[in-house]
């Protein structure tokens, strides 16, 4: 079955870059997300890619898929205090040329230090 | 674009009663909608998925007859929690997709029961 791992908590300082990794079980055919939660609030989708992909941009934000080692990252550049939040890595498999469900991470909880 | 809203975002009810939430998706017309429930600091479990004009189908450990879910519309999905009790209590997410990979998430339902 599908498996999606995350560290729970990662504090940087104001300026600085964050990192955070997730790994995943299954190695088929998937895109992956990185969604953002604030508290008291849904989920607000980031980014994503497909499981071909190596690496997708999107202004300070940077998605680096190993696949090989089943690995995904999300570095973000300039980190601010808005940032502060639970990140969520979750997996979707292609079933029938779309993808299906989502299975999430436990989620990392980023706290940005002034 | 793609707004998925939520109704009510937070309601406290007595236990054994029941209660509505109703997702919507406001500038596109989903094929598929999504019903998860989050504990505190936890990650997103998936209750059960909706297919408009079909019966939902649930997860395992999901009570079908407890938690009712109509997806009326293409961009319509309800959730009533039937003689809600306190273990009820809970934040519940919908999420909405069309025919793309991205799957875009309502602002929650914070249920209270007392």
């Known amino acids: 079955g599908e498996d999606v791992e995350q560290s729970l908590f990662l504090s940087v300082r104001e300026g600085d870059s964050s990192v955070i990794n997730c790994t995943y079980t299954d190695s088929s055919s998937t895109y992956l997300y990185w969604y953002k939660q604030e508290p008291g609030a849904g989920l607000q989708l980031l980014t994503y890619i497909f499981s071909n992909m190596d690496m997708k941009q999107d202004q300070r934000l940077t998605v680096l898929l190993n696949k090989k080692d089943k690995h995904l990252s999300l570095r973000i550049a300039d980190t601010q205090t808005g940032d502060s939040a639970i990140y969520f890595c979750a997996e979707s498999l292609i079933s029938s040329g779309s993808a299906r469900q989502l299975t999430f991470g436990s989620g990392t909880q980023l706290t940005v230090l002034p | 674009g793609a707004v998925v809203s939520q109704h009510p975002s937070w309601v406290i009810c007595k236990s054994g009663t029941s209660v509505k939430i109703e997702c919507r998706s406001l500038?596109?017309?989903?094929?598929?909608m999504f019903w998860y429930r989050q504990f505190p600091k936890q990650s997103l479990m998936l209750m059960a998925t909706?297919?408009?004009?079909?019966?939902?189908?649930?997860e395992q450990g999901v009570e079908k007859d407890k938690f009712l879910i109509n997806h009326a519309s293409l961009t319509l999905s309800t959730l009533t929690v039937t003689s809600a009790h306190p273990e009820d209590s809970s934040f519940y997410i919908c999420?909405?997709?069309?025919?793309?990979?991205?799957?875009?998430f309502g602002p929650g339902t914070r249920l209270t029961v007392t």
């Open positions: 999420s909405a997709r069309e025919a793309s990979v991205e799957q875009y």
């Open positions: 909706s297919n408009e004009g079909s019966k939902a189908t649930y």
């Open positions: 500038d596109f017309q989903a094929t598929t």
